[in-house]
């Protein structure tokens, strides 16, 4: 069985003080997508416009990511610019365009009804209501959210994390949220919303995991290329739930732990370039020897 991702493709414009990039190809499906397909076959849900380049869509293929589901219509794709300071756990936004997400109102593939794992990246919370509605008892439900919707949307965000069982966000968010300035407390206290279990992402500081059984903490893996954070967020969780598919194993808290790592292991490789240029230049032989030069870089 497959993993169900919904969410953006995009373009992005990015500077850090590593370099820039023009238009390339962004997204949290995007991300998700690449990194979730090393460990399970992907079906992806997204709306671009038919100024999107047929390389990305080919590009997306050759990774094994099933786009029935990509609408394709009339107008532009969505766009955001970003600048990166020495400091990239945070963006400087310098525009987003929303273009043809302003009308994006998944209709999922019959064939995608099925998926037993379903993935609800950052867009609106009652669009991933939407979602969940239209696929048939998926074994595992997550999602990810962001400061705006939490924001704005508040109510709606927290109607749908009654119907999810993961939930992912930072640790901006975990403490906007829950208006706790501990993140202890704050992970407690997301847990009461109604997910099973609650991954706090900190960036380059690693990641908490909370259950009702258990507490985690995962250092991010050490690295001495940092080019373009854009997407690690992202692509940690597609290398958390395509290891959980893969597994089997989707409400045990020892394979969860297992799955972190290798989140960590493809958020590592995603923030080594722009886009999704590292990404798609590796193979599972890499994930797997960052996977054990991690365990090593950990063990005491």
């Known amino acids: 069985m497959s993993i169900l991702v919904a969410g953006t493709v995009a373009l992005d414009s990015l500077e850090t003080p590593f370099g820039k990039a023009e238009n390339v190809l962004g997204g949290s499906a995007t ?44 107008g532009k794709t969505f766009r955001w610019k970003g600048r990166y300071g020495y400091d990239m756990d945070n963006a400087q936004t310098i525009y987003t365009q929303l273009n043809v997400c302003k009308k994006f109102s998944p209709k999922i593939p019959a064939e995608y009804q099925r998926s037993d794992v379903l993935f609800l990246a950052n867009i609106d919370p009652d669009v991933q209501a939407h979602v969940i509605n239209q696929v048939e008892r998926p074994r595992l439900i997550a999602c990810d959210t962001m400061n705006y919707w939490i924001e704005n949307k508040r109510k709606a965000l927290l109607r749908t994390l009654k119907k999810v069982d993961m939930f992912l966000l930072n640790e901006a968010e975990a403490r906007q949220l829950t208006g706790e300035p501990n993140l202890l407390k704050a992970g407690k206290a997301l847990l009461s919303f109604g997910p099973k279990k609650t991954i706090i992402k900190k960036g380059e500081h690693g990641v908490l995991f909370f259950s009702r ?57 995603a923030v080594e370039d722009f886009s999704v ?24």
């Open 31 to 74: 991300y998700f997508a690449i990194s979730a397909s090393f460990f399970a076959p992907v079906n992806l849900v997204a709306i671009v416009g038919n100024d999107f380049p047929e390389e990305h869509i080919s590009l997306l293929k050759r990774h094994g990511v099933n786009i029935k589901g990509l609408e394709i219509v009339n």
């Open 277 to 300: 240029r590292r990404l798609t230049g590796i193979s599972y032989s890499d994930v797997q020897r960052r996977y054990h030069d991690y365990r090593r870089l950990t063990r005491y």
């Open 213 to 269: 059984n258990s507490l985690f903490s995962a250092p991010a893996y050490l690295l001495d290329t940092i080019n373009d954070p854009t997407g690690a967020g992202d692509s940690f969780a597609g290398g958390l739930m395509g290891y959980l598919r893969k597994s089997g194993h989707f409400s045990s808290d020892s394979e969860i732990r297992k799955g972190i790592i290798y989140g960590s292991v493809l958020a590592s490789y």
